[in-house]
């Protein structure tokens, strides 16, 4: 789905919608006080959204995964696989899965660290623990009860923050704000704070800083004539992006999050590029999706988080290292 505009504020079409959003997160609430969740075996790092709609919390596993990695821990990813096929649990392997089996998300973190696809989440941490695993990121959990969780962080887009502070469907929180923070341990906001969110929920929690930069010289995209389009929670995110990085944008493309690019679809984008003397270029999510015959057409802007500063990915440290197995 595209995020409504309407999400951004509080007019009519919001305000109508306000019982329906009473009623949404008093549902959540009941599943959380009904759940008896499991517990793993092994430590659960939470990463997951109190918004509907792309935050970064990709890009954080990401970069939680390699750090782990790198100081040693069998770190193994958990995922529901939104938008794929296969039910799971199974181990996602990006040389015999695509996007239309596993979702695109899980294809990126395997890029990481092992990534289990699963439905059910127990099921799902069972394999990650008969495989090997000291600690499981889960990916997009926090509204999901049936596992223990030792450690929850959420990431939040300083550029939308948490909307009009309704939800769902008045506006984008999966659950009550208040509610919402009291469950976490940590935040890391990406971006830009265009809303105060830092000082707003620093006041209850943790709160770390990022940036989602280029992973390559960004030198490479001054001035340089684009077409940029993308189906991802909020695209004009990765449009800013391309002109923050001095690109021209002589149009955009918007589709729905996750949305599965035909051939004709591509065909009619890359026709628009040329026409405008422009090349067209998306996100490394969105080229997973991409008619295979297409791709070499079409140019990435991979990004990957980075700490503002080392205090700031000590924030984050300090709360994870409890988790760790020791020496």
Known sequence: MRTPEFWRGRGPASTALLPAGYLYDAGGRLRRYLAKPIAAGIPVLCIGNLVAGGAGKTPLTLALAQDLTRRGIAVQILSRGYGGALAGPVRVDPATHDFRDTGDEPLLLAQAAPCIVAADRVAGAALAVAGGAQLLLMDDGLQNPSLVQDLRLIAI???????????????PLREDLGRGLARIQGAVLIGEDRFDLAERVGRVLPVARAALVPQTDPARWVGRRVLGFAGIGRPQKFFDTLTGLGATLVATRSFADHHPYDVVEIAAVLDAAAESD?????TAKDRLRLPPALRGRVEVLDVALAWTSDADRRIVEHLITPLLPGP
């Open 157 to 171: 887009d300083g550029g939308f923050g948490f909307g009009n502070d309704r939800v769902i469907p008045a506006g």
């Open 278 to 282: 422009a090349i067209a270029v998306t």
